[in-house]
């Protein structure tokens, strides 16, 4: 008899306890799933506000949804460091060992978090677009895709090259496509004996006479440097970007070809050597 008195009793402690922790913490748990189904919902409408303004701004498309999810999932954790502390839990120490374990990660993360922080200046700044011929130093080609990590490139060999966005963003790049036209940087060398008048006018004249050379700005015959086997003469007409380098290369045979025929030499490294009797 007294142990069922005992039992009851403390089934009347437990109860009791059970009873003052549903008033005390009861109203607490209501209140916080109220503010996390607001606060998700509160949530994904500045996602998909933040979403519709970047379409309006006509945002990279790559970097669109990668800055759509980040600012949903930081609201998200707002909303759940928010709910902690109504709750009464102490989110002082929680940030703290969040912030270790961040930085934890950064140090053993470091190349990739240099090649994602590269991507998103790429993707801000816009050096460069996909379909921009660029040189970055190392390779030329065609820009294909820019990626948060990395960017791959199609050389003029057809090779498909993957460049980590922390070295395109810390380097120097030239974008070819950048300007609508390009000057074509052009030096044929004469030898010493030949007409460097009429070399000039043949030269003139063949520019003039390309629909692809542009009158203005006005192209360039010139005398660059007096080398040690051959006169050269700089050739720099302007053209659009798209012909560049088939002007370039037309030129080269069309010149050799159009100075045999005038008599005009393009002369090969050689030395006079003087033999003194002694």
């Known amino acids: 008899m007294d142990e069922l008195n005992d039992s009851i009793t403390d089934l009347g402690e437990v109860s009791g306890v059970l009873t003052e922790m549903v008033l005390d913490y009861g109203p607490r748990v209501i209140l916080a799933i109220i503010a996390l189904f607001l606060g998700f ?3 994904g409408y500045i996602k998909n506000t933040f979403g519709k303004a970047l379409e309006k701004k006509d945002f990279d498309p790559t970097l669109k949804p ?4 980040l600012v949903g999932w930081l609201i998200k954790i707002l909303v759940l460091l928010s709910v902690a502390g109504v709750v009464g839990i102490e989110t002082t120490s929680f940030i703290a060992v969040l912030g270790a374990a961040g930085l934890a990660v ?15 200046l790429l993707l801000l700044l ?4 996909v379909g921009d011929v660029i040189d970055t130093g190392d390779f030329m080609g065609t820009v294909e895709e820019i990626q948060i990590f ?7 060999q057809n090779r498909q090259v993957v460049i980590p966005n922390a070295k395109l963003s810390n380097g120097s790049i030239t974008n070819f496509s950048a300007k609508d036209i390009a000057r074509c940087d052009m030096v044929f060398g004469i030898g010493y004996g030949s007409d460097l008048k009429k070399a000039k006018e043949i030269l003139m004249e063949m520019v003039e006479a390309d629909e692809r050379c542009l009158k203005d700005p006005a192209p360039l015959v010139a005398v660059g ?11 720099r007409p302007w053209t659009s970007v798209a012909d560049y380098w088939t002007v370039h290369r037309d030129f080269q045979e069309k ?10 030499e393009i002369p090969f490294p050689q030395r006079q050597v003087h033999m003194s009797k002694s």
């Open 41 to 43: 919902k509160l949530a």
């Open 66 to 69: 990668f800055l759509i999810n």
């Open 106 to 120: 950064g140090l053993s993360l470091q190349g990739t978090l240099a090649n994602f922080a590269g991507g998103i």
């Open 126 to 129: 816009k050096p460069f677009k």
């Open 150 to 156: 990395y960017t791959k490139l199609a050389t003029f």
């Open 225 to 235: 440097a007096l080398g040690d086997s051959s006169v050269d003469i700089l050739c």
């Open 255 to 264: 010149v050799k070809l159009r100075f045999d025929k005038e008599g005009i």
